[in-house]
């Protein structure tokens, strides 16, 4: 079992930073390919962004170059830095776990990112 706690939302202007956290219970982080997903209002969940449990990224093509992703498994935390925040970027945004080949099936309870003009 892991549970997912992130934190660091808020509201940003448009063209600003903000870096998302998630921290994940247990001693096994380091075996779980990590993910952060995003839902605006009136539209389905995306995956934005993932790391593999060996490190390797990859990120839907609307944020690419825009945002990164990291993991310190000493900490059991995954990060999300976005930068040159879009007014399309607004949504919840949450972390996500997964074992190799399986579906993502661990969840946080979400944090809200607000982009404002």
């Known amino acids: 079992q892991v549970q997912l706690v992130e934190s660091g939302g808020g509201l940003v202007q448009a063209g600003g930073s903000l870096r998302l956290s998630c921290v994940a219970s247990?001693?096994?982080?380091?075996?779980?390919?990590m993910g952060w997903f995003r839902q605006a209002p009136g539209k389905e969940r995306e995956l934005v962004a993932a790391?593999?449990?060996?490190?390797?990224?990859s990120y839907a093509d609307s944020v690419k170059g825009r945002f990164t992703i990291s993991r310190d498994n000493a900490k059991n935390t995954v990060y999300l830095q976005m930068d040159s925040l879009k007014l399309g970027d607004t949504a919840v945004y949450y972390c996500a776990a997964k074992l190799l080949f399986g579906p993502y099936n661990y969840w946080g309870q979400g944090t809200q990112v607000t982009v404002s003009s």
């Open positions: 247990g001693r096994t982080f380091s075996r779980f390919d």
């Open positions: 790391i593999s449990s060996g490190g390797i990224t």
